[in-house]
C-alpha cells in the first residue's frame, strides 16, 4: 500500500459464463472521499461487477486493487480496506444486533474496547441504540439495512461497496440510508461505490458511471 494508492482500482475486468458475456473490459478508480454511483437495468452486470471487486469471484481478465492490494495476491490485505453491504440480507438473525456487530469486529481483530466505542458511535448515527439487544430477525427491513451499514463501517474501511442496498426499503428508511452513507464519505473520508437501478439515488453523489450489458456506456 501506498499514500497514492487509491480505495479502488479495477482494471480491465471481464467475466463471461459459458457465451454470455456479463463484463467486458471494465475499468474503475474510485478516489478518497468519492462517493460514485453504478447506474443500470437489472441484468447490466452490477452484482457480477460487486462480486469481482470483493473477490468472490475471479475475472477472466483485468485485475481489481482495494486501497494498492492486488485482490488475487493479497485478499486478506485488500479485504481489510473494504466493507460491503451486499443486496442480499446477511446478518445472523438469531444473534442479537450487537452480537451480529461484536463478531463482525472481531473478525477484523478490533480490540473490545474499539469494539464498544464504534458500535456506540454507530449506532447512535443511525439511531439503532435501542435496538442493540433485541435479534436481528425482530427487525423492519430498513432497521436491518442500518445495522449492516453500522457493521461495514465498523473497521473503518477505505471503500464501501453497497450494492442496491435500499431494495425492498421505504422512502424514510432509504433516506436515512443515503444520509448515513453522506455522513460517511464526508466524516471519514470512505470511497463509496453504490450500485443502483434507481436514478434518483444518483441525484447526490459525485459521479455516476452508467452499465449495460456488461460494458461501462459513460
Do not use: C
Not at 458475456?21 to 460487486?50: C, M, R, Y
Not at 438473525?93 to 463482525?104: A, C, G, K, P, Y
Amino acid at each position: 500500500m501506498t499514500a497514492a494508492a487509491p480505495p479502488l482500482q479495477a482494471t480491465g475486468l471481464s467475466k463471461r459464463y459459458g457465451h454470455r458475456a456479463a463484463l467486458e473490459d471494465v475499468s474503475i478508480t474510485i478516489p478518497a472521499g468519492q462517493w460514485v454511483a453504478l447506474l443500470g437495468p437489472n441484468g447490466a452486470g452490477k452484482s457480477t461487477l460487486f462480486q469481482l471487486l470483493t473477490g468472490l469471484y475471479r475475472p477472466d481478465a483485468g485485475s481489481v486493487q482495494v486501497q494498492g492490494f492486488p485482490m488475487h495476491s493479497q485478499a486478506p490485505r485488500a479485504l481489510a480496506h473494504l466493507g460491503v453491504v451486499f443486496q442480499g440480507m446477511s446478518l445472523d438473525l438469531d444473534l442479537s444486533v450487537e452480537r451480529n456487530l461484536r463478531l463482525h469486529a472481531a473478525l477484523h481483530g478490533l480490540p473490545l474496547s474499539v469494539t464498544r466505542e464504534r458500535i456506540a458511535q454507530g449506532a447512535a448515527a443511525l439511531g439503532l441504540q435501542a435496538e442493540l439487544a433485541r435479534p436481528a430477525r425482530a427487525l423492519s427491513g430498513g432497521t436491518r439495512r442500518k445495522v449492516e451499514l453500522v457493521r461495514a463501517l465498523l473497521h473503518r474501511p477505505s471503500l464501501l461497496l453497497m450494492d442496491e442496498p435500499t431494495v425492498g426499503l421505504d422512502p424514510a428508511s432509504r433516506r436515512d440510508l443515503l444520509a448515513a452513507v453522506r455522513t460517511a464519505v464526508h466524516e471519514q473520508g470512505t470511497a463509496v461505490l453504490w450500485a443502483t437501478h434507481l436514478v434518483e439515488e444518483a441525484q447526490a453523489v459525485d459521479r455516476v458511471l452508467v452499465l449495460h450489458r456488461g460494458h461501462l456506456l459513460a
